[in-house]
C-alpha cells in the first residue's frame, strides 16, 4: 500500500481518536452540559462522512490506476508494433534500391551477346531470365541501343511478358558505379 494511501486512511482515524479521548475526558468541576454533547455527536458525523468520502476517493485513484495501465499495456504494445513496421519498411527500401542497381557485367559476355543471331540470343536471355532476372537486366542495358532492339524484337516473340519485364527493368535501374 502507498504511503499517501496509509496517510489518508490514518489521518482521519487519529482525529476520531483523539476527538473520542476528548470528549472521554470531563473537566474538573463542570458538568457536561448537553450543547457540548450534541457538538461531539455532530462532529462523529461530519468525521464518518469525511471518512465515506476519503473511502470513494481512493477507490476512484485505484480505479484510474488501473485505466492508467491498461492504456500504458496499449501504448507499448503500440510502439512495438510500430517499431516491427518500421524494420519491415527500412528492410524494403534497402531491397527496392538494391533492385534498381544493374551488377557489372563483363564486356565480354555483352559483345557475344550482340555478336549472336538475335533469334539465338533471344532463347538464351530467356534462359538467363529465367536463372538470374538482374544479369540479364545489366546484359541488356549494356549492349548498344540497335543490338538490344534487334534481341529484344525476337524476344518478345519468344515471351512478351518477360520483355516487358526486362525493359521496365533495365529503365528503373541504374548501373552500379553511378549509384551510391
Do not use: C, F, H
Not at 450543547?35 to 468525521?47: C, N, Y
Not at 470513494?56 to 485505466?67: F, I, N, S, T
Amino acid at each position: 500500500m502507498n504511503a499517501r494511501y496509509l496517510l489518508w486512511i490514518s489521518a482521519p482515524l487519529a482525529l476520531s481518536a483523539g476527538v473520542l479521548w476528548l470528549s472521554a475526558q470531563e473537566p474538573k468541576g463542570e458538568a457536561k452540559g448537553p450543547a457540548e454533547g450534541i457538538k461531539v455527536a455532530e462532529l462523529a458525523s461530519q468525521l464518518q462522512a469525511r471518512e465515506k468520502q476519503m473511502a470513494q476517493k481512493e477507490a476512484d485513484l485505484r480505479q484510474m490506476e488501473q485505466r492508467l495501465n491498461t492504456l500504458q499495456a496499449t501504448l507499448d504494445r503500440d510502439r512495438n508494433d510500430l517499431a516491427v513496421r518500421e524494420k519491415a519498411v527500412q528492410d524494403a527500401l534497402i531491397k527496392l534500391e538494391n533492385l534498381k542497381v544493374r551488377p557489372v557485367i563483363d564486356p565480354q559476355i555483352i559483345r557475344t551477346y550482340e555478336g549472336m543471331d538475335p533469334t539465338s540470343a533471344a532463347q538464351a536471355m530467356k534462359e538467363l531470365a529465367a536463372q538470374n532476372q538482374e544479369v540479364a537486366v545489366a546484359l541488356l542495358a549494356g549492349m548498344t541501343p540497335k543490338k538490344a532492339a534487334k534481341l529484344m524484337d525476337q524476344l518478345a516473340l519468344l515471351d512478351a511478358k518477360l520483355a516487358g519485364r526486362l525493359s521496365e527493368r533495365v529503365g528503373l535501374s541504374k548501373p552500379k558505379e553511378t549509384a551510391a
